[in-house]
């Protein structure tokens, strides 16, 4: 049997939910998401740190971020706190000069943006974080609005606003071809063929092999990031602010009465592996006495320990908009690990694409794909 849709979304994580929603909440129907996994955000989104924060060194980064900011806090609201979300803030910290040049780039670029990041004295960062060591401190930036949202709870809240607004989710559907034929995109999968005006490529770590279906090559590598988690520890408070060492690379937050430590390792090749690699374990206890000593020797739940993909592409920017061959093929992909936290910018972006022609709401031809073959590329640096 072939289905007919206006619009064909491919990929069930936070990408794809908050484009279906955004789509069917504009009356963009039949509007159809197809994921192969049971449920929706089985992917990438179920193994993401939960942080969300304007805090970055590129204007398009902190917009999508301010946007989705907004709009967490808003959906936060409509579903009586399902998301989770906790403006506990990000704490950034420094102890060299050319960390304090960056920071400093980055706060005036966050200040002119409207982020209401603070500049902290070495002094101010030990009376928000006395647990951080001062030795060799010299700045740190903060902002309040910044914090963490429960990624399980964010894809509940977008898949029932989805339902509820006539999106048709369609799980345990894996996409096997597509091709393009008398102005549709035809679609096979393992429950049937389907038919559509539009297509969106939301899908994250597989994003370039979807694209491949239709002769369209988008650098989107699929990357590996740890994490790990200590046993419950007494004597901190409840909530404290996402600390980055910027230094190290380390970061550490506050999760299930313990600590969550992270750190991506840029030597790390791309691929799929998602098992836990104790070797990360290793690097972070070399890293992490530089401004939490308090960890070094924390006892590390082994039940707690965790992997995850990020879809990074060349310039850690996301990939938003039409491809040039297929002008109705719509790529939110690339996201790397900042994907809860532009979620809703990007189904905004899709939504005004699809309803109105272009992105009004957001400046999105930083994102777009031709900037890889124009070599017009932004590299954001706080990649975490």
């Known amino acids: ?3 007919d849709c206006h619009v064909a979304i491919l990929g069930g994580g ?49 917009e999508f971020s301010k946007f989705t900011i ?38 005036e670029l966050q200040r002119s943006c409207e982020v209401p990041v603070e500049w902290l004295s070495p002094k101010e960062v030990l009376e ?23 990624p399980h709870g964010v894809v509940q809240a977008l898949r029932n606003q989805a339902i509820t607004a006539g999106a048709e989710l369609r799980f345990q559907t894996d996409v096997t071809a597509i091709r393009f034929d008398r102005d549709r995109f035809l ?24 694209a491949a279906m239709l002769g369209v090559e988008i650098p989107v590598r699929p990357v590996r990031r740890n994490l790990a988690c200590t046993e419950p520890m007494d004597g901190y408070p409840a909530v404290i602010p996402m600390c980055v060492d910027r230094d ?40 992490i006495g530089n401004r939490f000593p308090f960890l070094f020797n924390a006892p590390i739940d082994r039940k707690k320990c965790w992997a995850g993909l990020y879809p990074e592409t060349p310039d850690h920017h996301a990939i938003v908009g039409p491809t040039p061959t297929h002008p109705r093929f719509l790529l939110a992909v690339g996201f790397g690990g900042h994907g809860i936290m532009h979620s809703l910018a990007a189904g905004r972006a899709i939504r005004e694409i699809v309803t109105e022609g ?27």
Do not use: H
Request: glycine share 12%.
């Open 1 to 3: 049997m072939l289905i």
């Open 14 to 62: 936070v990408i794809g939910l908050a484009v279906a929603r955004d789509l069917a909440r504009a009356g963009v129907k039949p509007t159809v998401l197809l994921e192969r996994q049971a449920a929706p955000g089985q992917g990438s989104t179920s193994r993401a740190n939960g942080g969300v924060r304007a805090q970055w060194t590129t204007r398009c980064n902190i």
């Open 70 to 107: 907004a709009e967490l806090v808003r959906l936060q609201e409509e579903t009586k706190g399902l998301p989770g979300f906790i403006q506990a803030g990000y704490l950034f910290l420094t102890g060299t000069d050319e960390g304090e040049t960056a920071l400093r780039q980055g706060y």
């Open 128 to 150: 928000r974080a006395p647990y951080v060591r001062g030795e060799g401190l010299r700045a740190g930036t903060f902002c309040g609005t910044d914090g963490l949202v429960d």
């Open 187 to 210: 679609l096979s999968t393992s429950r049937g063929e389907f038919r559509s005006q539009w297509l969106v490529n939301a899908a994250g770590p597989d994003a370039a092999e979807v």
């Open 248 to 287: 190290t690379g380390v970061l550490i937050r506050r999760e299930s009465g313990g600590f969550l430590l992270a750190y991506s390792d840029p030597r790390e090749a791309p691929g799929r592996d998602t098992n836990f690699d104790t070797w990360f374990l290793e690097q972070v206890a070399e890293r």
């Open 358 to 384: 272009e992105s009004r709401t957001l400046d999105i031809r930083p994102f777009r794909l031709s900037r890889f073959a124009e070599a017009d590329l932004t590299v954001e640096t706080a990649v975490l």
